[in-house]
């Protein structure tokens, strides 16, 4: 069964508008919310986590903010950028191992 | 620091053959870890080893599939005999004790059965 869903496969931005990324998780056990983003041909590269006893967490133009009531997570990306264009996946940490979602294609255009 | 490094990049076998593939993990991180993304679909865990013992291979397909890590260093994957549907790409990823959810992934290695 599928516990960390990203209803949406695909997004484009405009370069410098926000990027905004969601994910849906259904255990409240999870104890860490991480994003990655991938390129083709490469592994996922770390971006940013957050721990379940916060709601915020910043690092540069990415900020990950998790509502534990609405088992929500999402990713802020701003200004975007030509180079964000990338799959983006949210992966949820429970009993030490990491689910993914099925990741979200973002293009990011001039 | 060298990152996550995975071996080979490719691998291209027939039905019932064996393959091996070897994960090189960051220096000093303790915890190692195998994924596999099969037809672009989502990333699912095989197993996590703590340094040389197996923590959780609960990810695991079958009993066609057996990973090692002797010495608590580099780590191998074996598959045998290769099935069609082991086709993928199969992920290594590694993490410090101490900040254990931040998993840092290798390239992978994409597996075709043919």
């Known amino acids: 069964d599928q516990q960390v869903k990203q209803n949406s496969p695909s997004l484009s931005v405009q370069e410098g508008r926000i990027s905004i990324l969601n994910c849906d998780y259904t255990?409240?056990?999870?104890?860490?919310f991480l994003w990655y983003k991938k390129y083709p041909a490469e592994g996922p590269t770390f971006l940013i986590s957050?721990?379940?006893?916060?709601d915020k967490n910043e690092d540069g133009r990415f900020t990950v903010f998790l509502n534990k009531s609405a088992k929500h997570l999402s990713l802020h990306i701003v200004p975007s950028q030509p180079g964000d264009s990338a799959v983006y996946f949210c992966?949820?940490?429970?009993?030490?191992?990491?689910?993914f979602g099925a990741g979200t294609q973002v293009v990011v255009t001039p | 620091e060298a990152g996550v490094t995975q071996f080979p990049s490719h691998s291209v076998i027939e039905k019932g053959q064996t393959v091996t593939l070897r994960c090189d993990p960051i220096?000093?991180?303790?915890?190692l870890y195998w994924y596999r993304r099969v037809m672009g679909k989502e990333i699912k865990f095989l197993l996590h080893?703590?340094?040389?013992?197996?923590?959780?291979e609960s990810g695991m397909p079958n009993n066609r599939f057996l990973a090692e890590r002797t010495g608590g260093t580099y780590s191998t994957l074996k598959v045998q005999p290769a099935e069609l549907e082991d086709s993928g790409v199969y992920f290594c990823?590694?993490?410090?004790?101490?900040?254990?959810?931040?998993?840092?992934f290798g390239p992978g290695t994409r597996l075709t059965v043919t």
């Open positions: 957050i721990s379940s006893i916060k």
């Open positions: 255990n409240s056990m999870f104890d860490y």
């Open positions: 220096s000093g991180h303790d915890n």
């Open positions: 992966a949820v940490r429970g009993w030490g191992k990491l689910q």
């Open positions: 990823a590694s993490s410090h004790f101490r900040t254990s959810y931040e998993q840092y």
């Open positions: 080893f703590v340094k040389e013992s197996k923590q959780d």
